[in-house]
């Protein structure tokens, strides 16, 4: 039992050294990858451009029910941008496949009389009113690579209408190519530009680097991607043409167009455009997105830039859509806590299991070469001089007779012969009266020394 534990001691010893060497290469790994749990709901809100939340109209909306009437007309209007992101089929372990699934919506509208209007939604499967509060539904797969969270081309499309019963998702949807990332940023991002994707346009940009901030107590990396102006009608639909309401004739007058050689009764194209400022707020550790910030802007104008076309209808434009989407602080915390919760399990893995084990293999592996040096050293001394390692002669069993011993020629006492003694030998009977034992007369044949 005294080597088996010494022997304990050095394998544990060896073996937490060895766990703490394999853990941030192995165990490491595993976790830096995007989670196939993944489940993310995301809510944005329309606020004032300096990112106020006082305005109960901050964003302004072309009023559909005028496309039908004399005049276009403008609402301002609260809209509320929701997005909820899951993994679907196919993802393996190296492969990550996002859904996600947008909606805009219209919470409330107020006319220029500031008349104040709460819209509502039709079912699914009911017909739509040029009032109802959907704006827009789409749905965006990709595929990503687990390891760098960047596009890996397996699955890239956008689904712009309802799926029917047995239809086939091809008929609804479009593919889209892209480069960027879009719901997650890959592991330890760094302080430079990388490439973001823009569902409205579909177009990759870069994101550029700009600062670092704190947002509830978490350290992450601000990133401004600007989307440039596009031209919405050069996107096609599933069947392969333009989407609707991407150009829209009207007449001069019905746009508000006047001037020097333009009758209100002209018919005037206008094609839909779309730019945007995207800020973005990454934790660099996770590539977690926590917080998020865009200005969007969606307006006709003439597609006809030239000097041939008449500056009232060059200059024109009319805001579809103009406002600043910013996530919900319910939003801003659930992304916080995920990431603070995914950053400290890295750093678990990375750092302290690695440095708890390995101080507990080198404090094993030492008490182990302090044991075996200390047995060492008691071989190499030999026996103690505490009497233990002499030999020494058992008690004889009670009743038994043993023969005296020897007397030594060293012994201190000398018994010196008489002269009469025989010199051959002595035997017990033989000695001196005096050594014989000496019998009283009283004792009877039941002596016990008779007996012998």
């Known amino acids: ?39 993310i709901t995301s809510d944005a809100t329309t606020v004032s451009a300096d990112g106020g939340t006082g305005d109960r109209f901050p964003a302004v909306v072309l009023d559909r029910c005028s496309l039908s009437e004399q005049r276009a007309r403008q609402l301002d209007a609260h809209l ?21 699934a947008q909606t805009v919506r219209i919470d409330r509208v107020r006319d220029a009389d500031g008349n104040e209007t709460d819209l509502s939604f039709a079912a699914i499967g009911e017909q739509r009113t040029c009032n109802d509060g959907l704006l827009s539904a789409t749905i965006d797969r990709v595929s990503v690579n687990r390891k760098t969270s960047v596009p890996d081309g397996k ?9 029917p019963e047995g239809g086939n998702l091809e008929d609804v949807s479009v593919d889209v190519p892209r480069q960027g990332f879009q719901y997650k940023f890959g592991f330890n991002v760094q302080k430079r530009p990388y490439l973001y994707f823009d569902s409205n346009t579909r177009t990759d940009n870069p994101a550029e680097f700009v600062g670092e901030t704190t947002i509830k107590g978490l350290k992450v990396y601000e990133f401004v991607s600007e989307v ?42 206008m094609h839909r455009y779309a730019k945007a400022t995207r800020h973005v707020f990454v934790e660099p550790t996770t590539g977690t997105i926590v917080d998020g910030k865009e200005d969007q802007e969606q ?38 806590d995920k990431a603070d919760h995914y950053k400290g399990l890295l750093t678990l893995a990375k750092v302290w299991l690695p440095l708890i084990l390995g101080i507990i293999g080198a404090l094993l592996i030492l008490a182990w070469l ?24 058992a008690p004889a069993a009670a009743g038994s007779w043993s ?26 009977w033989d000695r001196p009266t005096e050594q014989i034992p000496h019998l009283d007369e009283g004792d009877g044949p039941d002596d016990p020394l008779r007996k012998r």
């Open 1 to 39: 039992m005294r080597r088996i534990w010494p022997a304990l001691l050095a394998l544990f010893g060896f073996a937490f050294i060895t766990a703490a060497i394999l853990i941030p290469t192995v165990l490491v790994s595993q976790l830096r990858v995007v989670p196939l749990d993944l489940d």
């Open 370 to 393: 302090w044991l075996f040096l200390r047995s060492r050293r008691a071989e190499a001394d030999g026996p103690s001089d505490d009497g233990s390692a002499y030999d020494y002669e």
């Open 80 to 100: 509320t941008q929701q997005r909820r992101s899951v993994i679907i089929d196919p993802s393996s372990k190296t492969r990550a496949t996002v859904q996600s």
């Open 155 to 163: 699955v890239h499309s956008i689904q712009f209408d309802a799926l």
């Open 403 to 428: 023969a005296p011993a020897q007397s030594s020629p060293d012994s201190s006492t000398t018994v010196l012969p008489r002269d009469d003694a025989p010199t051959a030998g002595v035997g017990p």
């Open 299 to 336: 307006y006709y104008r003439s597609p006809d830039q030239s000097e041939s076309m008449p500056a009232a209808i060059r200059d024109y434009k009319l805001h579809a859509l103009k406002g600043t989407f910013k996530w919900a602080d319910s939003t801003v915390a659930r992304q916080v």
């Open 228 to 269: 440039p102006e596009t031209d919405l009608s050069e996107l096609p639909n599933p069947q392969g043409e333009a989407a609707l309401g991407t150009m829209l004739s009207q007449p001069a007058s019905w746009w508000g167009i006047t001037g020097t050689g333009i009758r209100p009764t002209d018919s005037v194209t």
